[in-house]
T-cell receptor
């Protein structure tokens, strides 16, 4: 397993960009994921990135990976009220299905 | 297509009681797992299974048992509930067919309180 760390809270104004940061310790992590959890619900996979990639863009979402610093970030463009949720980053090794999760970042979108 | 179904959604137990949290998936996924979610700690792996008849321990297995008699079902048993097991429990599954992309599908969770 590995340690995955995230800041716990982020407040952002509607229409601005949100940036959620994550650091991980295991350089063997091959797959890195971002999950979204809305109140009372399970986890929804938002996007993922492989360790051989530096960036991945998917509509309003941009994932950046800095392997040297073991730093992962998720940028949400034009943040909406529906983006208010807890966001988890998670990592897994290529030979292992087990996910190691960060504590989650609670994103609050204010009008 | 139901995905991953967990029952019950809510449960209150007394210390020392036993119960089984149910998890079923209809996607023919080989890999299934149980996590618990506690405030400020993210999700921690309790037990997992890579196929019918095969189970293994995760990060926090103590006080929990699992079995995997079929591909579809992966129940989690609390043998003697303790207040420290108050948590939200999530079941997840994924296919082992495509190792390049391993999205895990999560159920909606079971909220368990131990008094």
């Amino acid at each position: 397993g590995e340690d995955v760390e995230q800041s716990l809270f982020l407040s952002v104004r509607e229409g601005d960009s949100s940036v959620i940061n994550c650091t991980y310790t295991d350089s063997s992590s091959t797959y890195l994921y971002w999950y979204k959890q809305e109140p009372g619900a399970g986890l929804q996979l938002l996007t993922y990135i492989f360790s051989n990639m530096d960036m991945k863009q998917d509509q309003r979402l941009t994932v950046l990976l800095n392997k040297k610093d073991k730093h992962l970030s998720l940028r949400i463009a034009d943040t909406q009220t529906g983006d208010s949720a807890i966001y988890f980053c998670a990592g897994a090794r290529s030979n292992d299905y087990k996910l190691s999760f960060g504590a989650g970042t609670t994103v609050t979108v204010r009008a | 297509n139901a995905g991953v179904t967990q029952t019950p959604k809510f449960q209150v137990l007394k210390t020392g009681q036993s119960m089984t949290l149910q998890c079923a998936q209809d996607m023919n996924h080989e890999y299934m797992s149980w996590y618990r979610q506690d405030p400020g700690m993210g999700l921690r792996l309790i037990h997992y299974s890579v196929g019918a008849g095969i189970t293994d321990q995760g990060e926090v297995p103590n006080g929990y048992n699992v079995s995997r008699s079929t591909t579809e079902d992966f129940p989690l048993r609390l043998l003697s509930a303790a207040p420290s097991q108050t948590s939200v429990y999530f079941c997840a599954s994924c296919s082992s067919a495509d190792r390049a992309y391993q999205p895990q599908h999560f159920g909606d969770g079971t909220r368990l309180s131990i008094l």
